[in-house]
């Protein structure tokens, strides 16, 4: 591949749903370490770096393979700061720099079951569909056929404008946004760039997409990962 390949995982130190979020311990490792060895074992990316305002971050993503040539400032990281504000300041400092790369893998830390093959596929689907933005999804858990919202009368209204009469297998896929890659050209990134809006889709498993917001989501991707190494272990 003649494309020079950049995987940026934004990391800031604060936090609202668990402290410390980015690097609370999962299964003997911080959360952020598994983004970052996805990173490193896949056979496309050629620099791996942590945007992040936290030394304490800093320092852990170092210890598992992953640059932190910079610190992002607070500004870019308090609680309304957006990722892509992250993604161009992180830009802009490798290209003050004279490092330039072709294509951005944008991996969020709180994906710690997304594999480098994930990844590696997903960067040949990108390739695929003329280096269109993409963004990978999983199927949704509760279809949006059976999805209402309550009127101020107080009437169920479905999310769909058509009748849900139908069984459950004969219901066609509908796809969530999952948060785990997102890949764009660099020279396409702009203060305009929507992740979630770029157009080509990587399908991944549902038991690869498990996002870390709450207490009870590690519980879940410490059951996962202990299924997935574990040979002699099943799915339910």
Known sequence: MDKTIL?????????????????????????IAYSIEAAL???????TIVSTDSGEIAKAAEEFGAEVPFLRPKELADDKS???????????????????????????PTQPLRRAEDIDQAVEVFFQNNQEGLASVSLVDDHPLLIRSIDGSGILKPLLDCGSTCRRQDMPDYYRINGCIYINRI???????????NMVPYVMQKEHSVD?????????AQFYLKVNNSPDLEMP
């Open 212 to 220: 870390i917001d709450e207490m009870i989501d590690l519980v879940v």
């Open 41 to 47: 074992k896949s056979q496309y990316i050629d620099r």
């Open 7 to 31: 995987a940026l995982i934004p990391a800031r130190g604060g936090s609202k749903g668990i402290k410390k979020k980015n690097i609370v311990p999962l299964a003997g490792k911080p959360l």
């Open 187 to 197: 020279r396409d990134l702009c203060t305009r760039t929507s992740f979630n809006d």
């Open 82 to 108: 957006k990722t892509l504000d992250a993604v161009l300041h992180a830009v802009k400092k490798l290209e003050d720099a004279g490092e330039r790369y072709d294509v951005l893998v944008l991996l969020q």
